[in-house]
């Protein structure tokens, strides 16, 4: 079984050093809790709702400088990721690390930018990352990206046994009883992929947004493990990521052997029928 940590801050924007100083101290701690894999928020370093370009560029960070040293330091023997702003020398991106004490091993750049995000950062444009560790495959995805099934597809056909998401879920209507659609979407994707996903989403309010607090871990089978609930916090779940690696639903059903891309191919068509 592999212990996740999936922590839910409260992080504040314009405040690099204090955010940086909690997310940190979070590592440590879901390290000392045992945790194997720890995933923190989007833009877990920043903070969020920008007013301008040059505050997210300022804000941002490269993958190789001292920040991220820090959590890398902290890891231990667990794996974390983490959502930073990226400096990069052709623009300023949505990004997440994954990194274990020898140092950075992947970085994603959101490709999938939601709403606002499109005048403060550029999109991505690699697939997401899914990197070998000592628990499992891990793959990488940010938020909205998560909504879009190709691209989780994408990772489960790259072997992911663990979707780790970073996110920034703004709160929205959602009926009494009811859980988030953000959740519901993780959710029906464990299921049709048949991967298991960590969700860190952020909590509180900053410059008039308010957080949906939805962290939460879904197993493979597509159930609901754990959440962190209102606040800051962590959800805690220990699963078996090789549940992952068995597509089959039934006898006679597998998950991916079961695709007919050979029909698919509107999917990857530019335009679209409104």
């Not at 989007?42 to 941002?60: D, H, I, K, M, W």
């Not at 970085?107 to 997401?128: C, Q, S």
Request: aromatic letters at 6%; a negative charge; hydrophobic letters at 50%.
């Amino acid at each position: 079984m592999t212990r996740i940590a999936a922590v839910q801050l409260a992080p504040v924007v314009g405040d690099l050093a204090g955010n940086l100083d909690r997310a940190v101290a979070a590592v440590e701690q879901s390290v000392a809790g045992g945790a194997a894999v720890v995933v923190l928020p989007e833009l877990a370093t920043s903070g969020y709702v920008f007013e301008t370009p040059e505050e997210a560029r300022v804000l941002a960070l490269r993958p190789d400088g001292p920040a991220l040293a820090r959590f890398a330091a902290a890891a231990g023997g667990a794996t974390v990721v983490v959502g930073f702003a990226e400096l990069a020398d052709d623009g300023v991106y949505n990004s997440a690390a994954l990194l274990d004490a020898s140092g950075v091993r992947a970085v994603y750049r959101k490709v999938h930018l939601w709403d606002r995000e499109k005048h403060f950062f550029a999109p991505g444009n690699a697939r997401p990352p899914v990197v070998e560790t000592p628990v499992g495959r891990i793959g990488v995805l940010i938020c909205f990206d998560l909504e879009f099934p190709e691209w989780t597809r994408i990772a489960a056909l790259a072997g992911a046994d663990l979707l780790a998401v970073p996110t920034n879920w703004p709160l929205g209507p959602t009926p009494e009883g009811e859980r988030p659609a953000e959740v519901q979407i993780a959710i029906a994707t464990a299921r049709m992929n048949k991967i298991a996903i960590a969700c860190a989403d952020r909590a509180g309010r900053e410059r008039g947004v308010d957080w949906t607090a939805g962290t939460s871990v879904v197993d493979a089978f597509g159930a609901l493990v754990a959440q962190a609930g209102p606040g800051t916090g962590t959800a805690w779940a220990d699963l078996d990521l090789l549940d992952s690696r068995d597509k089959r639903q039934a006898e006679l059903v597998d998950l991916l052997a079961d695709r007919r891309p050979d029909l698919y191919g509107p999917l990857t068509a530019a335009a679209v029928r409104r």
